[in-house]
């Protein structure tokens, strides 16, 4: 498949945009981020106004930064995307990308995120807590906190499930 090669009409929230997230987060958790990169830069512009894109976009960014070795870039995507609207639960998974960035300059990646979240999310407090606990050195707790967060990732979000268990060992 080509950038080109897939064709998707376009609209505020629609399935064809979670589709395109989806597709670019496979493609960068396969180890091919600069097709991620490129699908992304073919885009046409879109209404600034429309939130839920521009955040997938900036995740999915922000994702390919992390996973491309560039966890400062990682960091920079990811609190543009933590300015957003405060109300909108799924800026929970820029805190976890944030998280691990910070991890991976060796900067402290606390606080862990706290408070409840929909099921799709309620694993980023046990992994941010992780990412803090092994940050500070208790690998023990933190292998305790990425396990269990693998298990909740685990019921709707493999993703999670599988960067929680690589984390745990």
Same mark, same amino acid.
């Given at each position: 498949?080509?950038?080109?090669?897939?064709?998707?009409?376009?609209?505020?929230?629609?399935?064809?945009?979670?589709?395109?997230?989806?597709?670019?987060?496979?493609?960068?958790?396969?180890?091919?981020?600069?097709?991620?990169?490129?699908?992304?830069?073919?885009?046409?512009?879109?209404?600034?106004?429309?939130?839920?894109?521009?955040?997938?976009?900036a995740w999915v960014r922000t994702e390919a930064a992390l996973w491309g070795g560039r966890p400062?870039?990682?960091?920079?995507?990811?609190?543009?995307?933590?300015? %957003?609207?405060?109300?909108? +639960?799924?800026? /929970? *998974?820029?805190?976890? =990308?944030?998280? !691990?960035?910070?991890?991976?300059?060796?900067?402290?990646?606390?606080?862990?995120?706290?408070?409840?979240y929909p099921a799709m999310l309620a694993a980023v407090p046990e992994e941010t807590a992780g990412?803090?606990?092994?940050?500070? %050195?208790?690998?023990?707790? +933190?292998?305790? /906190? *990425?396990?269990?967060? =693998?298990?909740? !990732?685990?019921?709707?979000?493999?993703?999670?499930?599988?960067?929680?268990?690589?984390?745990?060992?």
């Open positions: 498949v080509t950038p080109t090669s897939v064709t998707l009409e376009w609209g505020p929230a629609t399935e064809a945009g979670n589709v395109f997230e989806q597709l670019c987060l496979a493609l960068i958790d396969t180890g091919r981020i600069d097709e991620a990169e490129r699908r992304l830069a073919a885009l046409p512009p879109r209404a600034a106004a429309d939130w839920t894109w521009q955040r997938q976009v400062q870039r990682a960091v920079e995507l990811a609190e543009q995307i933590l300015s %957003g609207p405060q109300g909108d +639960a799924n800026l /929970a *998974f820029a805190r976890v =990308s944030r998280a !691990w960035a910070l991890f991976d300059l060796g900067q402290d990646p606390a606080p862990p995120v706290t408070g409840s990412i803090c606990l092994f940050h500070d %050195g208790s690998a023990a707790a +933190a292998v305790d /906190a *990425f396990d269990g967060a =693998s298990v909740t !990732w685990g019921v709707c979000h493999r993703r999670g499930e599988l960067r929680c268990g690589w984390a745990a060992g």
